[in-house]
Structure formats: structure tokens, C-alpha cells
């Protein structure tokens, strides 16, 4: 079993930046693949980035690819997912999660573990 808690939400206006960490308490952090989803008032919780166990490869939804960079640290067992040039449709509550054999990184499902969620609010 793994812990995770999320931090660095917060309010930004629009074409600025966040990083979000996720600290993880448990056994063998490294075995697990990690990965970042969103959900918004009234909608789906989303995909939004992962990455491989070896913190090698990174997976991005269309939406954030090419403004975000995921990375992990398996010594520190940390996650993060810095943030640039963020648009109001960033605004969600974000989650940390975890995978436990890392395959299906962009599946909502094949997710085991939790965080709380930090949330990310972007204003125009």
C-alpha cells in the first residue's frame, strides 16, 4: 500500500505557472508508475500526465503536452507535475495516483492508489 498526499494547488491568473508535488509513504515506491488526473466542477475525472516507474517516460494528455513536465524521484519518492502557461480550463481539483504495475498509464482504472487533491484555480 502507498500513501499519497498532494501539494503546490493555488490560485493563478492565466499564462501562469504551478508545480505540484506528490509525496508517497509506503513500500517500493519505485514499482509503482505514477500519474496526474484532474476533475472539474460537473465533469469526468481526466487524464492528465504519468510516468513509467524508471521516471523515463513521461505520457501527457493533449491537453497540457508541450506546457507540462512530469518527473518523479524514487530516492525522495516524490512526484511532480510543473505547469506553464495555464488557461482557466486548467482549473480542477488535481490527484495524485498510483499504478501498481504501471501498465495502462492514461486509464483512470488501472489506478490503485489516491491522493486527496490539491485544487488549481486559474483566473482569466
Known amino acids: 500500500q502507498v500513501l499519497l498526499t498532494e501539494s503546490g494547488g493555488g490560485s493563478v491568473q492565466a499564462g501562469g505557472s504551478l508545480r505540484l508535488s506528490c509525496a508517497a509513504v509506503?513500500?517500493?515506491?519505485?514499482?509503482?508508475?505514477m500519474g496526474w488526473f484532474r476533475q472539474a466542477p460537473g465533469k469526468e475525472r481526466e487524464f492528465v500526465a504519468a510516468i513509467d516507474r524508471s521516471g523515463e517516460v513521461p505520457y501527457y494528455s493533449d491537453s497540457v503536452r508541450g506546457r507540462s513536465t512530469i518527473s518523479r524521484d524514487n530516492i525522495k519518492n516524490t512526484m511532480t507535475l510543473q505547469m506553464n502557461n495555464l488557461n482557466p480550463e486548467d482549473t480542477a481539483i488535481y490527484y495524485c495516483?498510483?499504478?501498481?504495475?504501471?501498465?495502462?498509464?492514461?486509464?483512470?482504472?488501472?489506478?490503485?492508489?489516491w491522493g486527496q487533491g490539491t485544487q488549481v484555480t486559474v483566473s482569466s
Open positions: 509506503g513500500r517500493a515506491f519505485s514499482s509503482y508508475g
Open positions: 495516483a498510483a499504478n501498481r504495475d504501471g501498465r495502462g498509464p492514461r486509464l483512470r482504472e488501472t489506478y490503485a492508489y
